[in-house]
């Protein structure tokens, strides 16, 4: 639109101009080709085509695609331009209907007695330079800088004021007509090359280890060094536009800096020839990076030209793209460009190109003296980014055409060096690769980490080095390494605990050892349960041998045992030391939603993780025995503590002593099959058996089916499949409180569809089925 009514204006203008022009834009989607696609076709679209086209001739083209082939590429560009030529005759009509007046306007032209003059003094020594192979960029600029200064002495001397005052300008002529002539007349370049030939390309991957990405790219005498920094997805640039994307996570900032071309400039920001080759490398790369789902990196691309003698855009592209695996990206493939040129002969009478030579990978100079300069830059299987740069009014649409299959070529040859030195995404090391981590909260736990003003977030990042971005719902960590990954999600660990998934390995403490086991602290002040069977593939005696209080250890979650204990596992991580080193940054650490096995955090679990305390006449078992009857109850969860296992251990000793005489030693107890007592065991044995996580030391045993009236039994002896007979010592609504003997109470929950009549002080054959959430006995009726 803005090119079309530029034009209009100048037809319209009184200011002398050779339009108008007719610019279109073309998208694809579905194989399908559109003519001026709206924004929303566009977001769909493989191919965005800008072309500016006079009736004729072609002036411009613009290209981002998806790897495009040339085939379809050409197919568009016949598309285009006459749709794009549409534009031209309404413009001439209103310019006849209201416009103004062409000025006059008067060439100034050198006369050709000037020209002959200064053509045969420098004409000679030119051509022995061209034809010189030898010379390199700087050594050939000046070897036409001291042709320049001998003309310029002759015509000191002979007082030519004409000569002198276009010297500069002529002696250009001279040189372009000797280099056109002798591509032209006998297919030889300035550098000696065959015109569809490439210089000779040196590149390397990683020369920079210490950063995220780098590589040098190298082709003839240009020289590119190109960097990749990976951040959070909250450092993505913002962009203040009406239209399009508010954010771009993409970067690439390319610079040309004066010591490239051996000057000493100074600097003074970007000019439009950086952002512009910026933006073309920055648009070929794009087509090749993973989906933002998949890689939410912030990615920035920084190019710095070492040295220039031509395509230092199309140097960016392919050093971007090895950059981009060295950092670990997962790019489909590598990306490489090359700049086409082209050497025309114009009939004088007639202005149109009688003759002319395409050529591949073009010099500075041959930039500068030639007429086209095509930038094509894709991947093996298409084209991603072009931008033409013409110095005539338009060339004809065939011959650009035609310079799509020589570009292809020389990509070809261009990507044969390049994945031979990286073809694959590096591995990175986790000294300097950076880590994400997308975590899944609840807003109430992501307003516990926060903090008051945002005070707990800060000393987090101070305290580790990391960075915290939050949204709704999520927590996303950017950390420079592995280390500082684990040690910031270690911090947010304690502060609101991560969902415990079966299968996740977890950084604990231990807090206490015991001669089954070692209780473990982990995710935010949980407690876990190491079994002895768990400490190693090797068999192990005593706990002690193997870890010790205070010590830290990475333990994977096996799942939980009866009572409800969280089991963890060390010997299960042994055979993964060294698999956590990520292969690719694209696959690094990024939590993806998914559906495991998960253990919900302890204060989500439909259970109260409390102290157990015994009941008594007064307050019964459960505060109210509102249980929900169920056809098919799973046995009850428990998660106990290693303080609350200390005081289990107390009260056994204590309640074992006062039956027995303190001056009995319990290993010396004798116990008769008809005795009304269960069969004690040592202190050890009975507290090995309380708290094993091995459920198959509490599935029913025969040898635990003891006979009538167990008088004085313990709590903490009572095993599930144990039947004894109780006494019911209160009807609820819901159920029975039994009197176990000994003080203990257990509960019996109403079978649905039995109807049956019970009474107080009515003795009933029960069975151990499972334990309540408080470690009351569930007891369930027991037929002979």
């Avoid at 073009?362 to 094509?376: A, V, W």
């Avoid at 001056?663 to 005795?675: D, F, N, Q």
Wanted: charged share 25%; glycine share 8%; aromatic share 4%.
């Amino acid at each position: 639109m803005a090119a079309n009514a530029t034009s209009a204006a100048l037809m319209l203008s009184d200011i002398p101009w050779g339009g108008p022009i007719g610019v279109i834009r073309i998208g694809r989607i579905c194989g399908q080709f559109i003519v001026n696609p709206s924004i929303n076709e566009l977001s769909m679209s493989d191919l965005n085509l800008v072309y500016a086209c006079t009736r004729d001739k072609t002036l411009m083209i613009d290209v981002q695609a998806r790897e495009i082939s040339e085939r379809d590429l050409e197919a568009a560009l016949r598309l285009a331009h006459p749709e794009a030529a549409k534009y031209l005759e309404p413009q001439i009509r209103l310019a006849a209907k209201a416009g103004k007046q062409k000025k006059e306007y008067k060439l100034s032209m050198v006369s050709k007695e000037t020209i002959e003059k200064i053509r045969n003094l420098a004409e000679a020594p030119i051509e022995a330079v061209f034809t010189d192979p030898t010379y390199g960029k700087f050594e050939r600029g000046e070897a036409l800088d001291r042709i320049t200064q001998d003309v310029k002495k002759t015509l000191e001397e002979e007082r030519d004021e004409e000569g002198l005052k276009f010297l500069s300008k002529t002696v250009d002529t001279v040189r372009k007509e000797v280099v056109r002539r002798r591509i032209i007349s006998e297919g030889s370049r300035v550098d000696g090359r065959v015109l569809d030939e490439v210089r000779p390309v040196y590149c390397e991957a990683g020369n920079l280890p210490v950063l995220h990405g780098s590589s040098l790219f190298s082709r003839g005498d240009t020289q590119v060094l190109c960097t990749v920094t990976l951040g959070a997805p909250g450092q993505a640039q913002r962009l203040d536009s009406v239209v399009g994307p508010s954010t771009k996570r993409f970067m690439l900032h390319y610079s040309f800096p004066p010591f490239c071309i051996n000057e000493v400039g100074k600097r003074v920001g970007l000019n439009r020839r950086e952002v512009g080759h910026g933006t073309l490398a920055e648009k070929a790369l794009l087509a090749v990076l993973p989906p933002e789902d998949d890689f939410p990196y912030t990615v920035r691309i920084n190019s710095e030209v070492m040295a220039s003698d031509g395509s230092t855009s199309m140097a960016t592209v392919c050093g971007g793209s090895m950059a981009l695996m060295d950092a670990g990206i997962a790019v489909r493939e590598h990306v490489a460009g090359v700049s086409v040129g082209l050497v025309s002969e114009v009939d004088s009478a007639t202005g149109e190109i009688k003759d002319y030579r395409i050529l591949t990978d073009i010099l500075g100079l041959e930039d500068h003296l030639g007429d086209m300069d095509f930038k094509i830059a894709g991947t093996r299987k298409g084209v991603t980014a072009i931008q033409l740069d013409i110095k005539p009014a338009g060339i004809p649409l065939d011959i650009i055409c035609e310079c799509l299959e020589p570009a292809l070529r020389g990509r070809l040859q261009i990507l044969d060096h390049m994945e031979r030195e990286i073809d694959a995404p590096h591995a990175k090391d986790d000294r300097n690769s950076p880590r994400l981590a997308t975590l899944k909260y609840s807003n109430d736990a992501i307003r516990r980490l926060i903090g008051p003003l945002g005070a707990l977030k800060r000393k987090i990042e101070e305290e580790t080095g990391a960075r915290i971005s939050v949204s709704d719902g999520t927590l996303t960590l950017l950390a420079k390494n592995q280390a500082v990954m684990e040690k910031v999600q270690e911090k947010v660990d304690l502060v609101i605990g991560r969902e415990i998934e079966v299968g996740g390995i977890y950084k604990g403490t231990i807090t206490s050892i015991k001669e089954y086991g070692a209780f473990v602290e982990f995710n935010g002040g949980q407690q876990g349960l190491l079994h002895i069977s768990e400490l190693s593939n090797e068999p192990v005696t005593r706990v002690s041998d193997v870890v010790s209080v205070g010590q830290q250890l990475s333990l994977m979650c096996i799942g939980q045992d009866v009572r409800g204990n969280i089991k963890l596992s060390l010997k299960a991580t042994l055979h993964r030391i060294g698999s956590n080193a990520d292969d690719t940054v694209g696959e690094l650490k990024v939590s993806a939603p998914k559906e495991p096995n998960v253990l919900p955090p302890v204060n989500q679990l439909h259970i109260q993780q409390e102290k157990e305390d015994s009941p008594s006449e007064d307050q019964p078992f459960e505060h109210n025995m509102n249980v929900e009857i169920s056809s098919s109850s799973s046995p009850a969860i428990l998660i106990r503590s290693a303080a609350e296992c200390e005081e289990e251990e107390k009260y056994s000793a204590v309640d074992l002593s006062s039956r027995n005489g303190s001056s009995t030693s319990r290993s010396s107890l004798k116990l008769k099959t008809e005795a009304p007592d269960l069969n004690f065991r040592s202190d050890d044995e009975d507290t090995d058996e309380r708290h094993s996580a091995d459920p198959s030391l509490l599935q029913n045993n025969p040898n635990d089916m003891e006979t009538d009236n167990v008088a004085n039994i313990s709590a903490r002896r009572l095993k599930i499949g144990m039947v004894l007979t109780a006494k019911v010592h209160q009807i609820r609504a819901r159920g029975l409180v039994l009197d176990l003997g000994g003080g203990i109470r257990g509960m019996y929950r109403f079978e649905t569809g039995v109807k049956r009549y019970f009474g107080v002080g009515e003795e009933l054959r029960v069975k151990c089925s499972s334990f309540s959430g408080k470690g009351i006995p569930v007891m369930s009726l027991f037929e002979e």
